[in-house]
Each structure stands twice: as structure tokens, then as C-alpha cells.
């Protein structure tokens, strides 16, 4: 850190960081120079010298915005000269601007027009020139529109979009008085933009705005804005709702703050209409004769009461489950854990980590204590070398991406191992491409090439890994097969390619693994991160600032939902459910007899579609999942909710699951309640009520309270969300320092074990969380998988996300302008094997194997390889999980969607 230095601003003296730029120390320090062009997340540019001053020393007037600090600076920030040279610069800007201003959105120009009295009609000695220019008006995007007669070409737009956003989609076109900026080539709607709108938040002058409402949307009739997190990925970003007339007419990113710094996405900023959909699910409804129809509260509770009590007494409590849902917030989730285990009686819990990460957990916590990511996201943008595996960073978490890209633009290294083509190779010094499957043999293989060349950390293995240097020689001794010739023979990635990105990873200062569900969801997922904690822990990539091992969590709330308790192995705080000590301070803490509490693990999310299959689980409550979409196998799923007894979903709108239901009951979406969710780097963030709830819908936590207490339980009286969240506290020691007043400006990492703790930005800088304090090896051998290829399934089916839809879509697909970007089903598949088949992009194809079959259109890519498909999972009308196999992975219990043999016909 730069050392502190003294300045004077107009004859106030203040300190600052040498090298800090000027025009922010000013404004920091309260001192409003005028600016347009400046933002201080980018680089200065000095094109609308607003922010002119003298600097004593310096000719002339100086930008503020492109002056470093430096000691015993003299700075003259306002005097009549430099008012005089500011208003005749507006003038200028004001002559090629339409000032023509509709309150929709926030003006910077207009302000500083108004703070110096100016008006065009008293200037006539600069005419109207942008109506001379005729500059374009772009509506070609679904989600901006673009007016050149308001651009005043600060940069901004094209400053945010490539040093923010790291996308460089935007420049200008033509030159001088006639430039203005484009997309691409020409139209938004025909250019790369993916609709994050960086640049309409940052834009001073209207010359970018939201399409989405600007026929409703007033600012000045705007009631309230309220500050929540993002319903979407793990990244936890922070956003601003403006609220119109009852409803959400608006999203900002909120700036200067963790973990976004006001950057989002298009799903964050733009995806957000569907909580005031009509869809919404609004009363109670039972199926009587088959149909649903409405009910009264007292109603449903009634029949579910009696159903599920009537399940227990006579079959037991183990013939009943649940599934929480990363979707809803902490304290949705700790009372719905708390009814399982107090009300049904058992550990029968799990939720859609199953389905994601559960590979990575389980490898993580065996290998290092702890399955949550290492550091921090913005670590992303520190780190001299990442290694992406099995993550399609751009696509699934593209705010997180954004800090990946800023790292590369400085210089770090990016290596890319996946074996499809996603946007991220673009900026990967190396691209493995390995075959489906394969991770375990390649990382093998680079571990024996660090061996080789004597790329290992000795200190570190001995100091910080179990067993030290005498269990680093059995993994050595299990990687001396994976030559160079083997590997390759194996992966089909060249040697030099994999010997390259070994090299590059493990001479790094500071590398950072970010794994994905292309590495955990297989049948030998946890081998697989076995593998890459091996080559990260040989090394000595962790346990240090900017290195270590982070997997982006798919769901808003997947790493909270988890943390609470939402585990058929865990109790809340990771504490495994045989730990009797632990069992009886959560008695006390819930007021029932400690013999009543729960032992035995539960079924895991396959698991219970089984039990259901087979009969031994009569009864389910589905709080926020959608296993008809989400669960693989889906035929075989669909029989297993039709041989239950009584099902139960509560959710915000009618699912995939919700025909096999018996009772629907309508729940509060994540604007409508209060609570906390926790991202992927183990930040507890606050989510706020922003508009009120539609009909009957209530809080998912009330409505589990009002089902156990018609069941004859008391498992709590709570008021507000917050009282829920002290009781969380109470029973998860990780979490036992952080409370909603310590996290209402700024969220808070864990552990953090009390209410003077920091928290943990990086896990692991002393021990690790293992028993001993040390990592872990687990060496393990590739194994083929168990359903390969054949000649008469001759393709390998891959699926995955898409940025501008969300897992089952349940959400984002009843938000129009992630519609207009992307609303079909389809499956990519390389030129070579459309031509060997006879096919053609965009025919429409039957996609089947042994589980079932759907169609689709077909979409030539060579960013797929030979012989490989890949398949978005979001749309119902080709659910591609009818495909996907249920056998699992043996430790984590996860299903292999990564990898199913079909077949591919033209229809």
C-alpha cells in the first residue's frame, strides 16, 4: 500500500494515498467537482473536462480525473477562471445533446445543466447541432435502447463494457461531431451483447436506458428503493429494486460493495418480472377427483395434518421425506430442516446440492476439512494463474467471470479444461479439451508431470499434509502409469498442451482452482475432485492469500442451505448427525427430549425417489424444488411420485412437480420476505421485503410452523425472520458472530465464530479443517464409465446452463426479456457428425436411449467434439433429464448428468 502523502484542496489541507487519483480523493473528501466522463471503477479518460482545476507547478487547467496524487500538491479546485472555462464546456456538450429529459432514469448531465443555470433557448450561438448530426436511435436490443442525439462520448458505455464487464462489445463508429457508439458491428440486437447492462448503469445521460417498463417507470413517483441480493447464482450480488405502484419496476447493481461493486448480469438486472407474474400461485389448492381446486388455509393444513400423521403412525417416521430448496432463504430452510427432524422424526432431508456439488463437498471435506470455497471472488481477479475445470464461468456466474477476465487484462494466466468450447477460452492462455469423462487420467497426468520436473512444494507436503512426504510417495507411486503417452492416449488432449498448464499452475506465486459441475456431476465426481485437490495440495496452492480452491455455487442459496442443516448427513454448522454431544445442545436448543433427536442418516435426494419407487417412503413435502425437471431419469422419477401416498409442494408457481401433488400451497418469493442467503464465498447477505406478497402466498417459514403445530408440534414461536436467524447462531457454531445488524451495510464471511470476529475472507491460512489441522491425499486411479458409448447409443449427451436462463427456468422463463434472448430448446452437435448422420442445422431431431426420448433442433458447433452432444437442461418442453442416468457416484451419492449414451434421428 502506498505510503500517505499531504495535499491541499482550495486551502484545506487533507491526506492521501500516493498515487491515488485526484478528482477521487476530492470527492471523497467532499469536495463535488464537477464530472461526467470519470467513474472510479475505470480508467480516466479526461474526454469532458468538467472536472478541470490548477494544480500549482502546472500550466493551464488541469483534468482532475488523470492527475495522480502526490506529497505537497497545491490544488485550486473552484475560482471564477476555472467556473467560467466549466460552464462554456457544458455549453459546448449541451449544443450536440437533446435535452429532452422523461424521468425514467437518473440524469447526471441534466444536473450539472441545472447547477449552472444553463438553457438552449438563450444560447443561440450554439445551435441545436445534433439534429444536424442525425445520429441513430438503436431498439434493436431486448433489453436497452440507445439514442445518439444524448450521447456526449465520455467513454463510459465502452470503458464499462470492456475494463468492468471485460466483454469489449462496444466503440465507436464514424469520427468527430458524427461519431456515436455501436454494438459490434452495427445493431445491438445483431452484436455479442448478453444484456448485463454495465453500460446503461453507468451512462451520465440517458443515451443508454432500460427498455423494461420505461412506459411506466417515473422517478419521482418511484415509493421506495430497497436493497436486497440477487435471486439467481451464488455470486451474492447486491441490487437495488425500484418499486411503482406495488410492484418492481427496476434493478440496479448496487455500487461499492461486496460482492459485486455494482456490476450484474442480465438475469440480476433484467429477470426479475416474474414476482409480479400472474402466475403466481396465490391460494391453497387440493385435488379432489383428480383437479385441483381452491381451498382456504385451514383447509389444506387440516388435510396435510391428518395425511402425514395418519403416514407415521402407521407405516413410521421413516416413511417420510422432504426437500429444502437452495432457492428459499436460511431461515425458510432452518425451520424447515427443524420440522423434518422434530415433526416427521427423521434425517430424510436433502435438497439440490445433491444434484450440483455434492462431489466437490464430499472431496473437499475429506481432503480439507471443509467443503466451501477458499477465498474470496474477487480473489478471482488476483490470482497469477486460475485453473477452470468443469465450469462454464461466463455462462453460469458472469459477475464472477468478470473478475477473471479483470485478472487476465492485468496479465494473469487462465487455463481452460473443459471439453466443450465456452466463452472463457477466448481468454485462456491453454484450452484442455479432454473427453467426457476423463478428468481423473489428465489430472493424474499433470500431477506426474509436476513430479517429474520437480514442481512439487516438499516444505509444504511435509508441514501441512498428513502423512507428509511418506503419503505423497503412494500418490506418486499410483500417477507413475499416467505418462505422458498414457494420458493423452486416454484424454485426447496433446501432452504438451497438459505438460504446459502443469507447469504454468504449479510455478504460479498464487494459483486458484474454480471447479464446476462438469467435474462433480459424474459418476466418479469426487475421484475427480480428489484428483484436483491432489495436484493443488502437492504444490502448495492453498493456505495462502489469492490461492486455494473455489467452486462457484449454481443457486442463490446452495452454500447457506448447507450450511443450516439441510443434510441427511449434517446436522447445521456441518456437525454429522452421529454426534451425540452436538444432539443434545440442539434438544435443548429445540425443547424436545433428546432421545426423539435423529441419529441415522437420511436418504439423499436419488435416494428418496427411490425409497418412493420402492415404496418405503409414503409420504414427501416438496418445499421450492422441481424434481420433474431437476431429478434424473425422469420417467423413473414420475413413477416414484406417483406410488406416494401424499405429496405436499409448496412453491411460487405451478412446476413440473406440482401435477403429482395432493396439496399446493402458495409461498413467498425472495422479494417478498425478509431473511439471508449465503454465496459461494461463504458470505452471509441480507435479503429484504420489497412488495407485498400476491393473495393467500405466504413466507415459507410460517407455513411450516402452521403444519406442525396442526400436527400437534411446538417447534417455535417466532415473530420476524431475524428471530430465526438468532436461533441459527445458536446452533451453527460457524455462524454464531454474524448478525443482521453486522451485515446490513457489508456481508460477512465464515467462521465467524463471535460478534467481534472480522470473518474469514481465505479458509485454511493456519491449519485445516480436518481433525489433525492437515490436508489430505487421496490418490485415485480413472476409471471408464459404466454406461460408454455403443453402436447402437454411438453419442455421449453433456448438459448444462445457458446465461440468460436459470436451472429448471422456473423463474427466468416467465421473465420476457431473458425470453427474447434466448426461449428454445436445442442440442449441439460438431459439423462431422451432422454430415455422417445426414443432418443439417436446424433440423428437428429425436434425441433417446434406454430412460426415454424428446425432441429437439439440432445446432451445429465445433465447440463440441466428435462423437459428443451437448444439451441445455431449462426447458420443459425437451427435458433433457428424461435421458440423464440415476446410477451414482458412490461417496457423494451424486447422478452422472455429465454423461449419457443416446442416439440422435431426424425426424
Not at 470455497?373 to 462454464?392: P, V, W
Not at 513430479?451 to 503419503?471: A, L, N, R, W
Not at 469426487?526 to 495436484?535: A, P
Request: charged share 25%.
Amino acid at each position: 500500500m502506498n505510503k500517505l502523502v499531504n495535499l491541499t484542496i482550495d486551502g484545506k489541507k487533507f491526506q492521501a494515498r500516493e498515487g491515488e487519483n485526484l478528482l477521487q480523493v476530492a470527492l471523497d473528501n467532499g469536495i463535488q467537482i464537477p464530472y461526467l466522463c470519470y467513474h472510479r471503477k475505470l480508467s480516466p479518460t479526461g474526454a469532458c473536462r468538467m472536472c478541470m482545476t490548477k494544480v500549482k507547478g502546472q500550466s493551464g487547467l488541469v483534468m482532475s480525473c488523470t492527475v495522480a496524487v502526490e506529497n505537497g500538491m497545491e490544488v485550486t479546485a473552484f475560482d471564477e477562471e476555472i467556473e467560467s472555462a466549466r460552464r462554456r464546456t457544458l455549453e459546448y456538450l449541451l449544443a450536440e445533446h437533446n435535452d429532452h429529459h422523461d424521468n425514467t432514469y437518473h440524469d447526471e448531465f441534466l444536473y450539472w445543466v441545472q447547477h449552472y443555470n444553463l438553457d438552449r433557448r438563450d444560447k443561440r450561438s450554439y445551435p441545436n447541432i445534433y439534429r444536424q448530426m442525425r445520429y441513430p436511435v438503436d431498439d434493436s436490443s431486448p433489453i436497452l435502447s440507445y439514442d445518439g442525439t444524448k450521447c456526449i462520448k465520455c467513454f463510459r458505455c465502452i470503458k464499462a463494457c470492456d475494463e468492468v464487464q471485460g466483454k469489449n462489445v462496444l466503440s465507436f463508429s464514424q469520427r468527430g461531431l458524427a461519431s456515436y457508439i455501436v454494438a459490434g458491428i452495427d445493431k445491438w440486437g445483431d452484436s455479442e451483447c448478453d444484456g448485463c447492462g454495465e453500460c446503461v448503469q453507468l451512462c451520465p445521460t440517458g443515451a443508454l436506458v432500460d427498455k423494461l417498463h420505461r412506459d411506466e417507470i417515473n422517478l419521482d413517483k418511484v415509493e421506495k428503493q430497497v436493497r436486497t441480493t440477487c435471486p439467481y447464482c451464488g455470486v451474492g450480488c447486491q441490487i437495488l429494486l425500484y418499486m411503482q405502484d406495488g410492484k418492481i419496476v427496476r434493478s440496479d447493481g448496487v455500487e461499492g460493495v461486496a460482492p459485486n461493486d455494482g456490476r450484474l448480469c442480465v438475469k440480476g438486472r433484467y429477470g426479475y418480472d416474474y414476482v409480479q407474474s400472474p402466475d403466481r400461485l396465490k391460494t391453497p389448492l387440493i385435488k379432489k377427483n383428480g383437479s385441483f381446486v381452491e381451498a382456504t388455509w385451514e383447509e389444506a393444513l387440516e388435510l396435510i395434518a391428518t395425511k402425514f400423521n395418519e403416514i407415521k403412525e402407521k407405516h413410521g417416521s421413516e416413511a417420510l421425506g422432504g426437500y429444502g430448496s437452495a432457492k428459499c432463504t436460511n431461515e425458510d430452510n432452518y425451520i424447515f430442516q427443524k420440522f423434518i427432524r422434530v415433526v416427521f422424526g427423521n434425517n430424510n432431508l436433502d435438497y439440490c446440492t445433491r444434484l450440483c456439488h455434492a462431489s466437490t463437498v464430499t472431496a473437499m471435506l475429506k481432503s480439507l476439512g471443509s467443503g466451501a470455497g477458499s477465498n474470496s471472488i474477487e480473489d478471482f481477479a488476483k490470482a497469477d494463474c486460475l485453473f477452470i475445470t468443469g465450469n462454464n464461468m461466463i455462462e453460469t456466474h458472469p459477475v464472477t467471470a468478470t473478475f477473471v477476465k479483470n485478472g487476465q487484462y492485468k496479465g494473469n494466466r487462465i487455463i481452460v479444461c473443459d471439453p466443450r468450447w465456452t466463452k472463457m477460452v477466448q481468454y485462456a492462455d491453454i484450452w484442455l479439451q479432454p473427453r467426457l469423462g476423463t478428468d481423473v487420467a489428465l489430472l493424474n497426468g499433470m500431477v506426474r508431470v509436476i513430479i517429474q520436473e520437480d514442481m512439487i512444494d516438499p516444505t509444504f507436503i511435509e508441514e501441512k499434509v498428513e502423512g507428509g512426504m511418506e503419503s505423497f510417495e503412494k500418490l506418486k507411486e499410483l500417477v507413475e502409469p499416467y505418462t505422458p503417452e498414457e494420458t493423452e492416449r486416454i484424454t485426447g488432449v496433446p501432452r504438451d498442451k497438459f505438460t504446459e498448464a502443469a507447469r504454468i499452475y504449479a510455478r504460479a506465486s498464487r494459483a486458484m482452482i474454480a471447479t464446476g459441475m462438469g467435474l462433480s456431476q459424474q459418476q466418479v465426481g469426487t475421484n475427480m475432485v480428489f484428483s484436483l485437490i491432489n495436484m493443488m495440495l502437492v504444490t502448495g496452492q492453498i493456505a495462502k492469500e489469492g490461492a486455494g480452491i473455489d467452486p462457484p455455487r449454481g443457486q442463490n442459496n446452495v452454500q447457506g442451505v448447507t450450511d443450516i442443516g439441510v443434510s441427511p448427513i449434517n446436522y447445521p454448522g456441518y456437525i454429522p448427525v452421529g454426534d451425540e454431544e452436538n444432539r443434545r445442545k440442539l434438544a435443548q436448543l429445540w425443547n424436545v427430549p433428546f432421545e426423539s433427536m435423529p441419529s441415522e442418516p437420511g436418504y439423499t435426494t436419488v435416494e428418496l425417489m427411490n425409497a418412493a419407487y420402492d415404496g418405503q417412503i409414503k409420504g414427501m413435502f416438496i418445499m421450492g424444488e422441481n424434481p420433474m425437471m431437476t431429478d434424473p431419469n425422469l420417467n423413473h422419477t414420475e413413477e416414484s411420485l406417483k406410488n406416494l401416498d401424499f405429496l405436499v409442494v409448496q412453491d411460487i408457481f405451478h412446476t413440473e412437480t406440482t401435477p403429482f401433488a395432493d396439496v399446493i400451497l402458495p409461498a413467498a418469493s425472495y422479494a417478498e420476505k425478509d431473511g439471508t442467503f449465503v454465496n459461494s464465498d461463504r458470505r452471509v447477505l441480507r435479503v429484504r421485503k420489497a412488495v407485498e406478497k400476491p393473495g393467500q402466498a405466504e413466507e415459507d417459514w410460517k407455513i411450516i410452523l402452521r403444519i406442525a403445530e396442526k400436527m400437534g408440534y411446538d417447534i417455535g414461536t417466532y415473530r420476524k425472520a431475524k428471530e430465526i436467524f438468532e436461533e441459527i447462531r445458536e446452533a451453527t457454531p460457524i455462524l454464531a458472530g454474524v448478525t443482521y445488524g453486522r451485515i446490513g451495510q457489508e456481508g460477512l464471511q465464515w467462521p465467524c465464530p463471535t460478534t467481534d470476529h472480522p470473518g474469514t475472507p481465505t479458509l485454511f491460512l493456519e491449519k485445516f479443517s480436518t481433525s489433525h489441522g492437515l490436508g489430505i491425499l487421496n490418490p485415485v486411479d480413472y476409471k471408464p464409465q459404466s454406461e460408454p458409448a455403443s453402436e447402437e447409443y454411438p453419442f455421449v449427451l453433456n448438459t448444462g446452463r445457458i446465461v440468460y436462463q436459470y436451472h429448471t427456468s422456473t423463474m427466468s422463463r416467465r421473465s420476457k426479456a431473458l425470453n427474447d434472448f434466448a426461449n428454445d430448446d436445442y442440442v449441439l452437435m460438431n459439423p462431422d457428425d451432422l454430415k455422417k448422420n445426414g443432418l443439417r442445422d436446424g433440423d428437428r431431431v429425436k434425441i433417446s436411449n434406454k430412460r426415454g426420448e424428446l425432441e429437439t433442433e439440432i445446432r451445429e458447433s465445433d465447440g463440441v467434439s466428435k462423437g459428443e452432444l451437448f444439451m441445455p437442461f431449462h426447458y420443459s418442453e425437451a427435458q433433457v433429464n428424461k435421458l440423464t442416468r440415476s446410477d451414482l457416484d458412490p461417496f457423494s451419492k451424486i447422478p452422472p448428468y455429465k454423461y449419457s449414451a443416446c442416439k440422435v434421428e431426424k425426424i
